[in-house]
DNA sequence: CGGCAAGTCCCATATCTTGAGAGACTGAGC
DNA sequence: GCTCAGTCTCTCAAGATATGGGACTTGCCG
């Protein structure tokens, strides 16, 4: 469904379909049966059956009661194990801390996956609103400031991907709602060093984002603080930035990102 | 290398083969190069290279800088999808709560997985000593209250799969380190209807849980209340079973457990 | 410099997946 | 109670697809 000619050089076709399969259950909303996961993605029956046979012995996917297929928790250990071996939420961490205690309002840490922003750490003061955004949940890039932050030191062809592949779902009056204004934002934020999103995802919040950049310039994530637009003031804005850069810079030179070039051209260094 | 051969009628090798690719990563310690993998499993070079690069193309792992690979962010990704999708945990907290605010201990839902318990939720009381718990961590059964929960209600033949797969590494003094040591605690669980972890996991903390049972009365998982020793002593543990059997009570009914037969077979009816 | 270990890549072969189709269920409607 | 439609399960022969031998490259260490 998302695409079905998978590109790369490398194929195993049953894997391919195997995450398709995944991937279609993990966007609906409801759990599916065989036939609806055989014809979205024109598998034959048998096939898709095979398939969800050996996905279950996996638990990478359950049935419901009434033989429906959904994900199974096998993927929630899988996922929990994946984000302990990320280093760079840990040794963020404590810079996080560090700027919740000057800003007093919500950080959050992301990445960048696929074409949307995962939250891979969230750290709240000690007297806040809660926020009803959760560890592990992910967001369109369109409408976030952690979003804007990466799109704006992300090469043009990976902008031009994700665009692509961007709905631009309105959450509030003012959500960005085009490529061409969301290019607009991108603009700004490399003019001013960081991004905002001004209620644009949620009425009365807003966030202030920058990049974090690796020693090649390459954005691995972006850190943001979050908090009730009369708190979060314009006026206010400046100094936040300050504070968010200077915590990733922190951040970066925990990680080895210092600007004298080590050679490795991936983009996430261990 | 956990089991050879998968067992099951219906056969994808290459599933199996890139699932067992993603288990050894999810249990090294650290990131592992091709041929380690390929060794591990017994896998050609050239077949382990080809899976990890299609694994890579789906985020199911990434390389570090020094050409290693781990898990990737994909899974992360998937495994919020699955808990979102599983809605024994949101029906569950607002019976948790009350019965975090009853206690004023922590209290953890937790459900089995493979032959480990894994935490799906958690929630705190107000003051309270910070405990190292994180959701989607996951733990052997020998050393937890809530593992003890649910193996005492297990068919036989589940429990000594399980044993059978448990290592019972030590923790604490007080660990059980035997499968005939903790057949002795199932029975007692399974007399008194709740289990109790005795500074076995942690020095100086006492937990204790109940299982969450079905219309078939099989465990789908169990809830636990934790604290210090010195607060949750031994007079106070039959008090707060109480608390614990009203709160599954609470949470059968809102998950249509009720006694009277559901003419579903399925563990775990939607 | 030479040798070893790790990683990348290509291609003919046989193995493993595929999908047609038949049978088993289920539930709805009459 | 019967039929019909829809969904799920299961088997098997055909052939598409993954496999792994092996050559090539790269980097490391003595």
């Known amino acids: 469904m998302r695409d079905a000619t998978p590109q790369g050089t490398y194929r ?14 993990g966007e609906s909303e409801t759990p599916l049966g065989l036939a609806q996961v055989a014809s979205s993605l024109q598998l034959h029956k048998s096939t898709a059956h095979r398939f969800l046979m050996v996905l279950e012995r996996h638990h990478m996917v359950e049935r419901t009661s009434g033989g429906k297929f ?13 984000i302990e071996q990320y280093d760079l939420r840990e040794r963020a961490q404590p810079h996080l801390r560090r700027l919740v205690a000057e800003t007093e309002e919500t950080a959050h840490l992301c990445v960048l996956e696929q074409a949307r922003v ?9 007297r806040s609103v809660r926020m009803i955004t959760r560890i592990g949940s992910s967001n369109p890039v369109h409408c976030t400031s ?8 992300l090469p043009e062809e990976r902008i031009n991907d994700i665009l692509r592949r961007t709905k631009f779902e309105r959450f509030t009056q003012r959500t960005i709602s085009s490529a061409e204004a969301l290019r607009g934002e991108i603009e700004k934020t490399r003019r001013r060093g960081y991004a905002v999103d001004d209620e644009e995802f949620e009425e009365g919040l807003r966030c202030i984002a920058v990049p974090l950049l690796d020693a090649q310039r390459y954005p691995v994530g972006a850190i943001s603080v979050s908090g009730p637009s009369f708190r979060v003031t314009a006026q206010k804005l400046p100094s936040i930035a300050n504070h968010l850069l200077q915590c990733v810079r922190g951040i970066s030179v925990d990680m080895g990102f210092t600007s004298t070039g080590r050679n490795s051209r991936v983009p996430w260094p261990a």
Chains 1, 2 share one sequence.
């Open 12 to 25: 195993v076709q049953a894997l391919d379909r195997a995450f398709a399969v995944l991937d279609l259950l």
């Open 70 to 82: 959904r994900l199974g928790l096998r993927l929630f250990d899988f996922g929990n194990r994946a």
């Open 118 to 126: 995962i939250y891979i750490d969230k750290i709240e003061p000690a």
């Open 146 to 153: 952690v979003g804007k932050a990466i799109l704006a030191f």
